[in-house]
């Protein structure tokens, strides 16, 4: 170690070798402060994390050893300890293509646990700062007080403040390199007021540093006497952590589970999301909005009489009332919105873009639902905070839309509480999340829509034709034979009585369809809107026959999650496109291999084969009789009809 | 019950202490997990994490016995003192015990002695994977944390593997906020960390705290041990086979992770309480993992034995 480095001054108290027993009693009432630092590599974030483990001797002597070593020998500070070298080593794996979002670290003083997100990289870098802004307190920008204010410190700035994080820490590094001056120091400042201004960020601590030199970091530095404010560490020492802030807020809590161990205990488990609670606290469960009081808090360590936001309890109720996972509790008198309709912002963040009309599952609080983008209404710029039309978001692309639910949900606006407006998006056929989400408010009129309780219901439709209804429905490439299956198809089912409507591709688009064209996110909808039709059809007792390409699974499989179960039947017209092609029965192969016809499947658009049709006809070995035969017989020993 | 417990809010009305909300957000995770899993299971290796683990499952499904068996993946060398904790500590939680041989390692008698790198990769990698598939478990809970190594820093606390239990890193999903997402493919299974953001200290405060019974073996007492390749490797039973001019001697020794006994280094302390432990754990100066031999191999071994499915 070189001889001019300071000596750590945390930790390494006397009190652990002197009273053991007294360092522990005091370290148990430590508290924890999560952050976030932002910057890229070249203004020293590593370093300054690196110095932040090394000063608060979270560093062990065989760690150091190698350090010292490194920092020797692949280091970039001379005979000096490189602490880059500390919490980098994640370059290899990025290298390698390794996904690396957050890499998290940890350091303590006497005051308090930090955990540090560190987001790494630059192509991945709104992905990675959204999903470690959201656990974080507190944030930390690094400028460089050479460069200033520069395009990604907007970037990070914004971002920061995307995700609500109130406690902001303008750290201007490498002092040292501009012969630490005030004037350049507060010119800095002066510049990034402006810009706090303008995306709507209320406050924010500006200190001078060298991460490289320690000055400002633990202590005051004599470098700087003109600086009269915290040390970096002091501050994130004393700085307020959300959880508490939250505890001012009226009473929520998702339910995650019911414990069930005998008859006589019924217990809804979950963490506090906002508020205090008490027994004989007034409740109300949302959706359904019973009400009761709470009768006990249960934990382990015995009943409380209290319990904050953060905490994960167990509480039972006054009354039996229906309450399961995904339920929200909340304070009777100021219960939180329900609603199926948002404006949210979403962060994407898959290789897929969005598409609107696609059904995705949103994760909220402790439930999952159906959701679909209805509209998107702009895309943000992140480096110039210009709002630009977009009818789609690709990876790290972040917009405005409106979100509908296929249920109503308890919710609250992101700003008042994460925990109630924070959502992510899974595509249900990878299961991968694609988006984070943060709700902004509902949609006036998803208040005001009700389902209509009819009398005549849809058994009673069914049973007066005799029938099962039902969507038998047709896939395959442009030229498969859909459409000629699906008249013979109609012709047997209607000369053996039974009730039944063909909706063909070409004849939709002339009517119902005639706004959409052929791009991915119109082709959705297309589908989209064709599934509400047989959905409706089938309400009304008929067996439907359907002929689209419906190129992709995850509308396919959006149509047959609105259909009743067992009444989605899915046939693939199996036709090589080779021979497709050859047919070209409408002439559009030959345009689209010319060139005319764009977004032509099969061509220069994707068909994803069915992985689990009901039936596979191919056309290569039956004739379109054979196979209309079989589509029949099938209908008729599956469904009973 | 005690007033010194993690959970009473008298130690704090407005906020948390950090033990208090590393517990809170533990307990959090292995009710998602409960939720939303078919077949869930805890992987239990008796070490102070996983007592740790144990624990906060208790809390966290209390007054219920956590929803789920124990399932030890055990490769006949553990030391004694581990096997006796082990059956106790299962039966008091009010938990199945699964206990797992693999039977090809068994059958040729694999051991740390002859087989080097093979002991682990039989026993533990795919002792794990067969147990995994044996029972059908969709989701194991494990005891890892993020400050045991560097490259773990980025590790997930939902981390999926594929139906063949590889680890395929770029294949992960990001978390946020309290959002995990459960949802898996057919044959995919997870692997859950609950303990993902405790440190070595967090862990020993917490077992102080909540007066958690660990293995004696963390403590010091006079042991038989003989130092071979700078270890010192304690002579638990007499399958140890001593090399020429070695002869076990006693000295106060303790461990401060364990594994199986052959491969597990010995310090010499005389810390023979928790306090003194910990004392000994932040004046030290080497970290946790180098009393492991496993480690010892390559740098990236870790990462390597991810990937195949060892943890």
Partial sequence: MSKDMKDPVYVTDQLIADDIDAYLLKHQHKTMLRFITCGSVDDGKST????????????????????????????????????????????????QGITIDVAYRFFATDKRKFIVADTPGHEQYTRNMVTGASTADLAVILIDARQGVLTQTRRHSYLVNLLGIKNVVLAVNKMDLVDYSAERFYEIVSDYSHFAKQIGMDSFLPIPISGLKGDNIVSHSENMPWYQGPSLLAHLEEAPISDTAMQDHPFRMAVQWVNRPNLDFRGFAGQIGAGTVRPGDAIRV????????????????????????????????????????????????????????????????????????????????????????????YEVNVNTMEHMASKTLGLNAIGVVNISTDRAIPFEAYAENSDLGGFILIDRMTNATVAAGMIHFALRRSQNIHWQAVDVDRDAHASLKNQKPAVVWFTGLSGSGKSTIANIVEKKLHALGKHTFLLDGDNVRH??????????????????????????????????????????????????????????????????????????????????????????????????????????????????????????????????? | ?????????????????????????????????????????????????????????????????????????????????????????????????????????MEKGINPFDHGSLHTDMWKTDGLKQALTKYNFDVAFGGARR????????????????????????????????????????????????????????????????????????????????????LLIMVDDDRFPLREGETP???????????????????????????????????????????????????????????????
């Fill in chain 2, 147 to 230: 400050d045991e190594e560097k490259s773990r820093a980025k590790e997930r606390i939902f981390s999926f593997r594929s139906a063949n239990h590889r680890w395929d890193p770029k294949n992960q999903r990001p978390e946020l906020w309290r959002q995990y997402n459960t949802r898996k493919s057919k044959g995919e299974s997870i692997r859950v960390f609950p303990l993902s953001n405790w440190t070595e200290l967090d862990i020993w405060q917490y077992i102080h705290l909540e007066g958690i019974e660990i293995v004696p073996l963390y403590f010091s007492q006079p042991r038989p041990v003989v130092e071979r390749d700078g």
């Fill in chain 1, 286 to 377: 949302l959706p359904s909005g019973k009400t009761t009081r709470v009768k006990s808090i249960v934990t382990f360590d015995g009943n409380l009489d209290q319990a904050v936001a953060g905490q994960s309890i167990t509480l039972t109720f006054e009354d039996e009332i229906d309450c399961s996972r995904g339920d929200v509790i909340v304070q009777s008198d100021q219960p939180c919105e329900v609603a199926d309709q948002f404006e949210s912002t979403l962060v994407w963040m898959a290789e897929e873009a969005m598409l609107p009309g696609r059904p995705y599952i949103l994760k909220i609080g402790t439930q999952s639902v159906t959701a679909t983008v209805t509209e998107p209404k």
């Fill in chain 1, 511 to 641: 009517g119902l369809n005639r706004d959409l064209g052929f791009t991915d996110a119109d082709r959705v909808e297309n589908i989209r809107r064709v599934g509400e039709v047989a959905r409706l059809m089938t309400d009304a007792g008929l067996i439907v026959l359907t002929a689209f390409i419906s190129p992709f699974r995850s509308e396919r499989r959006m149509v047959r999650d609105l259909m009743a179960e067992g009444e989605f039947i899915e046939i693939y017209v199996d036709t090589p496109l080779e021979v497709a092609e050859q047919r070209d029965v409408k002439g559009l192969y030959k345009k689209a291999r010319s060139g005319q016809l764009k977004n032509f499947t099969g061509i220069d658009s994707p068909y994803e084969a069915p992985e689990t049709a009901e039936l596979i006809v191919n056309t290569v070995e039956l004739s379109a009789e054979d196979a209309a035969e079989k589509v029949v017989q099938y209908l008729l020993n599956s469904s009973r009809n």
């Fill in chain 2, 1 to 105: 019950m005690s007033s010194q417990t993690a959970t009473d809010p008298s130690i704090s009305q407005e906020t948390l202490t950090h033990l208090q909300r590393l517990e809170a957000e533990s307990i959090h995770i292995m009710r998602e997990v409960v939720a939303n899993a078919d077949n869930p299971v805890m992987l239990y290796s008796v070490g102070k994490d996983s007592a740790c683990m144990l624990h906060l499952a208790k809390k966290a499904f209390y007054p219920a016995p956590p929803p789920f068996p124990l399932l030890h993946v055990d490769t006949t060398w553990k030391f004694q003192a581990m096997y006796e904790l082990r059956d106790r500590a299962a039966e008091e939680a009010g938990m199945k015990l699964l206990v797992h041989h693999n039977p090809e390692a």
């Fill in chain 2, 249 to 311: 001697e006693m000295r106060s020794v303790r461990f401060r992770t364990l594994g199986c006994y052959p491969l597990t280094g010995a310090v010499e302390s005389e810390a023979s309480t928790l306090p003194e432990v910990i004392q000994e754990m932040l004046l030290t100066t080497t970290s946790e993992r180098q009393g492991r031999a496993i480690d010892h191999d390559q740098s990236a071994s870790m990462e390597k034995k991810k990937q195949e499915g060892y943890f």
């Fill in chain 1, 48 to 95: 300054l994390i690196g110095r932040l483990l090394y000063d608060s001797k979270m560093i062990f002597e065989d760690q150091l050893a190698s350090l010292e070593n490194d920092s020797k020998n692949v280091g970039t500070q001379g005979q000096d300890i490189d602490f880059a070298l500390l919490v980098d080593g994640l370059a290899a794996e990025r290298e």
